[in-house]
């Protein structure tokens, strides 16, 4: 399980049940990986000390965390704690991929505030963006076994470098997978906006676009041997299908490509994350392209 294999957990002070940490444990030890616990400690101004007169201690969850912390240690898991001094934790994390390599970074998914506007960058997708590596956006819900974990695969693109993207995050879905006992689901969308449906088609009778889509997916999934009923094509928008198939799958995690576009396409396709979070029920593992070697 090469996949994750240095794991960093990021300990988020707002939260106080660290399910970041705790989710980073499990898959640590079930893939003996090593963990990399970093809490960020906010690096102040001389002005700012100069009118504080003393800090503020940014790490009131400590305790939890060392507690956490000598877990690992106990159930044999190569564990480390940092703490790093910074500006803010985006900064920390960038100067800790730039000392080490990781495989993965795991963090407590950050709720958006309802009244920010569609293109304000989340602190979720800043933190995305900051990394380097792949990142798993962790909730509350505790990982179910026999469960499953669904991969949404882009098939618009037929380029060498997209399909070797889509490769690569049916590698890690599959390591994800194993690690959690889970099964494996693919799945696609497609928006149709000149098509209009007034009772169920067979398949013969589906569009073409629909179909264009199914080839795709189904010699995808037929090299990492996933039966047909693992494949499953949505009309919709990803914003809408990816929670709902989550949720009708009750997934532990849903795995989704990112950074594999530049400049405005970046910020239109990127932004898909940033609203589907919100509403899942589940994990969520972005893969970045400029991760993968």
Known sequence: MSSFSNILALAQPSTCNLM??????????????????????????PYQRFFNNTEKNDLSNEPQILELVN??????????????????????LKDQLQANEYDLVVTDHQQKESHLW???KTEDSNLLNASDTSVL??????????GN???????????????????????????????????????????????VAFKEMEFSQRNEEFAHHLEH??????????????????????????????HKFNANVVVIGCGEHKGWLANIKGHTIDYVLDKLDCDLLALKQSSIH
């Open 137 to 146: 956006f962790v909730g509350q819900h505790k990982w179910l076994s026999n």
């Open 20 to 45: 970041a940490i705790r989710k980073s444990i499990v898959l640590a030890k079930k893939n003996q990986a090593n963990l990399t616990v970093l809490s960020t400690k906010k690096k102040y101004s």
């Open 118 to 120: 569609p293109f304000h």
């Open 149 to 195: 974990v669904l991969a949404a695969i882009e098939t618009e693109e037929n380029t060498p470098v997209h399909n070797n993207f889509n490769n690569e995050i049916m590698v890690k879905t599959r390591d994800l997978a194993k690690l959690l006992t889970s099964n494996i689901h693919l799945f696609n969308c497609y928006f149709d906006s000149c098509s």
């Open 217 to 246: 997916l189904t010699i995808l999934a037929k090299g990492y041997q996933l039966e047909d009923k693992c494949i499953h094509v949505e009309e919709g928008l990803a914003d809408d299908v990816i929670p709902e198939q989550a």
């Open 71 to 92: 877990f690992a240690k106990r159930e044999g898991i190569s564990t480390h704690y940092k703490i790093i001094e910074a500006r803010d934790q985006l900064t920390a």
